[in-house]
């Protein structure tokens, strides 16, 4: 059974931290591309960073320079360190688990709620 369980979320002031956590488990984490995406009331998901099997990243451009996506292949964990946070960083945040093995095979967390107060 696949699970993607994120933790880490909360109520933050604008300018702080936080540390979002997606351990993995009953896929083959090492291969799969892992991604954080996020939805705010009334908006549609966004990809907002990636990383690959390869360690390759990349971000959306309203959190380059604030946001570091990381992973721990050891721990089957992806991790998205988010500084500086804005007012508008406010949303759901889930762990996304991109896999092509045979056939293109995609999962989802549940989500955690991140907000951010002015």
């Known amino acids: 059974q696949v699970q993607l369980v994120e933790s880490g979320g909360g109520l933050v002031q604008a300018g702080g931290s936080l540390r979002l956590s997606c351990a993995a488990s009953?896929?083959?984490?090492?291969?799969?591309?892992m991604g954080w995406y996020r939805q705010a009331p009334g908006k549609q998901r966004e990809l907002v960073a990636a990383?690959?099997?390869?360690?390759?990243?990349n971000y959306a451009d309203s959190v380059k320079g604030r946001f570091t996506i990381s992973r721990d292949n050891a721990r089957n964990t992806v991790y998205l360190q988010m500084n500086s946070l804005k007012p508008e960083d406010s949303a759901v945040y889930y762990c996304?688990?991109?896999?092509?093995?045979?056939?293109?095979?995609?999962?989802w967390g549940q989500g955690t709620q991140v907000t951010v107060s002015s």
């Open positions: 996304n688990a991109d896999l092509q093995v045979i056939r293109r095979v995609v999962y």
């Open positions: 009953g896929i083959l984490f090492s291969i799969a591309t």
């Open positions: 990383i690959t099997s390869g360690g390759s990243t």
